[in-house]
């Protein structure tokens, strides 16, 4: 069982960072890879990042490629989204997600674990 608490979200202006925290417990964080996934009101969720159990291999959306990026410390049981650049369309709830494979996935129907989300709210 996992448990996973996002943190970071807020109100910024276009341009601007946030740096997302998803804290982790129990044993499938350190064994699994993990994701990010928005969703904004009225769409479907979407994928926004994923990486690997041990870090080296990263996914991002085309949407996000190049102003985010997504890290892990398995010491601390957290992974992170800096996002840079940002832009009124990247308004959404995010949310992380685990999954039991250590290998990392874009589909949102891999992952077996969610956090509650936290919301970003970019002003133009």
């Known amino acids: 069982q996992v448990n996973l608490v996002e943190s970071g979200g807020g109100l910024v202006q276009a341009g601007g960072s946030l740096r997302l925290s998803c804290a982790a417990s129990?044993?499938?964080?350190?064994?699994?890879?993990m994701g990010w996934f928005r969703q904004a009101p009225g769409k479907e969720r979407e994928f926004v990042a994923a990486?690997?159990?041990?870090?080296?291999?990263?996914y991002y959306s085309d949407s996000v490629k190049g102003r985010f990026t997504i890290s892990r410390d398995n010491t601390k049981n957290a992974v992170y989204l800096q996002m840079n650049s940002l832009k009124s369309e990247d308004t959404a709830v995010y949310y992380c997600?685990?999954?039991?494979?250590?290998?990392?996935?874009?589909?949102?129907?891999?992952?077996?674990?969610w956090g509650q989300g936290t919301q970003v709210t970019v002003s133009s």
């Open positions: 990486i690997s159990r041990s870090g080296t291999t990263t």
């Open positions: 997600a685990a999954r039991q494979s250590v290998i990392a996935s874009t589909g949102p129907y891999e992952y077996d674990y």
């Open positions: 129990g044993p499938t964080f350190t064994r699994g890879s």
